[in-house]
Antibody, heavy 121, light 107 residues
């Protein structure tokens, strides 16, 4: 059974770069047909898709964040990562990694538990 | 960008009630729609994909319908564990977008 686990600093200073990693267990990130996404949720608010990566390295980012986002994959570690640069308080949110499931027609069928990131000096 | 209008934002109901949640798209998306349930402090969980296909393990009291621009999530007989927030999400085009959420609370 595939599981996802986010990790990274819970506190980031304004103007710095937020860096998170999602570790995939119970399956290979290189198994074809799946896209690996980052999604965030501001406190008490709805969900915002940040972008995704395929195991080959191809990416697609939300245009609203594209200038600041980089998603990368490390197949040897079965991980994918998010970098968000020049953060402000508006980037304070719970960050989730999720699998875009080929079996479920591209809906997000598996989610990590989420990690809270606070942007503050 | 496809905008989604989910309604109501808050729904007060009792155990045993039949409840419906609506999701309207700013443009047609065929059946590329999913529904998620989120409980406080937890990640969302997939309930329904392709507008009406129940995810494995999800109780049959949940159902989805619609295509094009108008979609509905129905819970036929509300159980105590169903009090949560529900989101619709389109995956017809990029960026992927979610509805604003519907909180189902105990009346």
């Amino acid at each position: 059974q595939v599981q996802l686990q986010e990790s990274g600093p819970g506190l980031v200073k304004p103007s710095q770069t937020l860096s998170l990693t999602c570790t995939v267990s119970g399956g290979s990130i290189s198994s074809g047909g799946y896209y690996w996404s980052w999604i965030r949720q501001h406190p008490g608010k709805g969900l915002e898709w940040i972008g995704y990566i395929y195991y080959s390295g191809s990416t697609y980012y939300n245009p609203s964040l594209k200038s600041r986002v980089t998603i990368s994959v490390d197949t040897s570690k079965n991980q994918f990562s998010l970098k968000l640069s020049s953060v402000t308080a508006a980037d304070t949110a719970v960050y989730y990694c999720a699998r875009d499931g080929v079996v479920t027609d591209d809906a997000f069928d598996i989610w990590g538990q989420g990690t809270m990131v606070t942007v503050s000096s | 960008v496809i905008w989604m209008t989910q309604s109501p934002s808050l729904l007060s109901a009792s155990t045993g009630d039949r409840v419906t949640i609506s999701c309207r798209m700013s443009q047609g998306i065929s059946s590329y729609l999913a529904w998620y349930q989120q409980k406080p402090g937890k990640a969302p969980e997939l309930l329904i994909y392709a507008a009406s296909t129940l995810q494995s393990g999800v109780p049959s009291r949940f159902s989805g319908s619609g295509s094009g621009t108008d979609f509905t999530l129905t819970i036929s007989c509300l159980q105590s564990e169903d009090f949560a927030t529900y989101y619709c999400q389109q995956y017809y085009s990029f960026p992927r977008t979610f509805g604003q959420g519907t909180k189902v609370e105990i009346k």
